[in-house]
């Protein structure tokens, strides 16, 4: 992990300008075959953002080692419709 996280948080704690959402969920947490399912979405794991199609939103682990939420080419902010503090 790249920095001492005290534990799971389990809400947005970032959202870059692209519209990528940073958890508090630390790698490990998840297992790559875990779907999260998020204001009716369903996010598969994919190692990087060439992995899935266009538009597809996913979770991956960011280089902080947390869980991220994004969308290939779109905004996972806009998608989900969540934000900083926003719990999931």
Do not use: C
């Not at 692209?18 to 947490?29: A, R, S």
């Not at 190692?47 to 266009?54: A, D, E, N």
């Not at 960011?62 to 779109?74: I, P, R």
């Amino acid at each position: 992990m790249g920095f001492d996280w005290a534990g799971l948080l389990p809400e947005v704690i970032y959202a870059d300008g692209f519209g990528n959402l940073m958890t508090g969920i630390p790698e490990g947490t998840l297992q790559q075959d875990d779907v999260l399912r998020l204001k009716g979405q369903q996010l598969h794991y994919a190692g990087s953002f060439g992995r899935v199609p266009v538009g597809t939103l996913f979770w991956h682990i960011n280089s902080l080692g947390l869980v991220e939420l994004a969308v290939n080419q779109g905004s996972a902010a806009d998608v989900l419709g969540l934000g900083v503090g926003d719990l999931l």
